[in-house]
């Protein structure tokens, strides 16, 4: 930022403090200089916590809730844009997926530039193509260049996005670093929340405008909406500078030194010459890692991978990326998912069933939502588009869901702090999982239904978050970076394929849909009785 404001209490004055002033101060200042230069750790402690890093939290909650939104939009517009987009159960599978195969096929790339960028420029430059391709979003009236648009999101939340946690942590001192990154993670995670939210008051509306001859109706307004995280993001980001870290990296340190005495001065509202840190160490200095080349890290990277296809590292990697696959494929399938799902279920017309069979099963009522192809493309959704009515009820249980969610996955994550504990939540979490899949479909009462639902969502998010946890306990530190990579990206590969079979299934077998996803949780139910630990051999480290 180059200035910050604060007015004092009594109203009487207020602080400026402006980047000229500072650097002709600290350049003018007549002071010892028999100190040795600071580290930056040391010289971040110095500033203190206070109100400087609650703004840096404020400032990046719009960013995060940016890729939050672009991860959770398109389920909640699938009901009210079938007629517009002509969806059909699997265009609506790769619509809600295609955010994330731009995730899985830009995060090489990502990890490759990530580190030779300002850090927020590339929020920035991410923020504003986010925006736009947001934007367009609102307008476009073809399935397929809609599906572009969500890639290119995609790719965005995988580079710029990710970046986020690290900028912010790089203002925090040391000694609450951890505390720090725990706690705004949850802010964030709220940004999974707010989707669900708007939609409960805007997609049931009955608005519409036209705009340049073109009709904008509620689910289009919602997707408007979704755009201001991003939009407010650009300005929250543009008022901070580049982290301590970051203006390290590229050698400016009487900026860094100028950075930390304003952090200073905020924090406790005292005067800069108080600042106790006169000098900072160049990142020059010999203990600092030299900068690789792309391909001393593709190199790299290359031979992380053979370490761990190694016997020592083998089977666990496998066993932890098989959960995670699991994990995810679980949780995303049915959270993307279970918001028109019932939506459906919300329309089914009592009138059309013969209620000598029983009370209707999950498939039974989703089987009304399947539209067969007419022979020819000029007839398709002609006569046969479903009209859904948009009960707001049905977004509310999605605020419901997402609530516990995030707050369970917050909890537990407070609970499994031993690795016994993490063994006894992973396996409770996927017992709870499978029973909710396999039982999904087959209760008769729409609540239960629901509340299986949730159940999957829930035990899902929470065992992906232990599976992570393990990783860093099993596999030894200088591989951990690659392994998390790999992990990662099994995760979305496992959303990509889940929804894309999942919506493919509800049109031909309902019933398999379900089915196999409590399949692949019950294997890794069973993994999950196998101890990972640590190989006792030493990893080789790359010099």
């Not at 009210?80 to 995730?103: H, N, P, Q, W």
């Not at 969502?457 to 998390?484: D, F």
């Not at 196999?516 to 949780?521: A, E, P, Q, V």
Request: net charge positive; charged share 15%.
């Amino acid at each position: 930022m180059s200035m910050v404001a604060g007015d004092v209490q009594n109203g009487l004055s207020i602080i400026q403090l402006t980047d000229q002033f500072l650097e002709n101060d600290f350049e003018g200042r007549k002071e010892t200089r028999s100190a040795p230069p600071a580290e930056l750790e040391d010289a971040l402690t110095a500033t203190g916590f206070g109100f400087y890093n609650i703004l840096t939290v404020l400032a990046a909650i719009p960013v995060a809730w940016a890729g939050a939104f672009d991860m959770t939009t398109m389920t909640f517009i699938l009901a009210s844009a079938e007629c517009d987009l002509e969806l059909t159960f699997i265009r609506k599978g790769a619509l809600v997926s295609s955010v994330y195969l731009g995730m899985t096929m830009s995060s090489f790339f990502w990890s490759f530039v990530t580190d030779r960028l300002s850090r927020k420029a590339l929020m920035l430059m991410g923020l504003l193509i986010d925006a736009l391709c947001n934007i367009l979003c609102c307008t476009v009236e073809s399935y397929h260049v809609m599906l572009l648009l969500k890639f290119i999101t995609g790719t965005i939340v995988s580079g710029p996005f990710t970046l986020l946690i690290p900028y912010v942590n790089e203002f925090q001192p040391a000694n609450y670093r951890q505390s720090f990154t725990t706690w705004s993670g949850l802010i964030f995670n709220v940004g999974f929340i707010a989707p669900a939210i708007l939609a409960f008051n805007i997609t049931p509306q009955a608005w519409s405008f036209v705009l340049f001859n073109r009709e904008y109706t509620a689910w289009r307004i919602y997707l408007m909406t979704c755009t201001l995280p991003s939009i407010i993001g650009v300005v929250t980001i543009s008022l901070f500078s580049d982290s301590p870290k970051g203006l390290m990296e590229t050698e400016h340190v009487p900026k860094v030194l100028c950075l930390l005495r304003r952090m200073y001065v905020i924090n406790n509202f005292k005067s800069p010459e108080t600042y106790p840190i006169k000098s900072l160490q160049s990142i020059t200095s010999c203990d600092q890692e030299i900068r690789k080349t792309n391909i001393d890290r593709m190199k790299g990277t290359w031979s992380d991978i053979m370490q761990l296809c190694n016997k020592k590292y083998l089977k666990p990697f496998l066993i932890i990326n098989f959960l995670q696959l699991g994990s995810l494929l679980g949780f995303n399938v049915m959270r993307l998912w279970v918001p028109h799902m019932f939506m459906v279920i919300n329309n089914f017309d009592s009138t059309m069933w013969d209620w000598s069979l029983g009370n209707p099963t999950m498939c039974d009522y989703l089987s009304r939502a399947v539209i067969f192809e007419s022979p020819t493309n000029d007839t398709l959704y002609v006569n046969d588009c479903a009209q859904w009515r948009i009960n707001p009820i049905i977004y509310v249980r999605s605020t419901i869901i997402a609530f516990s969610t995030v707050s369970f996955g917050f909890l537990f994550a407070q609970l499994y702090t031993t690795r016994h504990r993490k063994r006894m939540a992973m396996t409770f979490c996927y017992m709870i999982a499978v029973v909710s899949s396999f039982l999904a479909n087959w209760v008769q009462l729409v609540p239960i239904m629901l509340i299986l639902s949730s159940a999957i969502v829930v035990s899902s998010r929470i065992t992906g978050n232990i599976v992570i946890a393990i990783n860093a306990t099993t596999i030894p530190l200088p591989l951990r970076a690659t392994a998390v990579g790999f992990i990662t990206n099994t995760g979305n590969l496992a959303t990509i394929l889940g929804n894309l079979i999942f919506s493919f299934l509800l049109g031909v077998h309902c019933y398999s849909a379900f089915v196999g996803i409590g399949c692949i949780l019950l294997f890794c139910l069973v993994l999950s009785f196998y101890a990972l630990r640590p190989p006792r051999e030493k990893v080789v480290i790359r010099t």
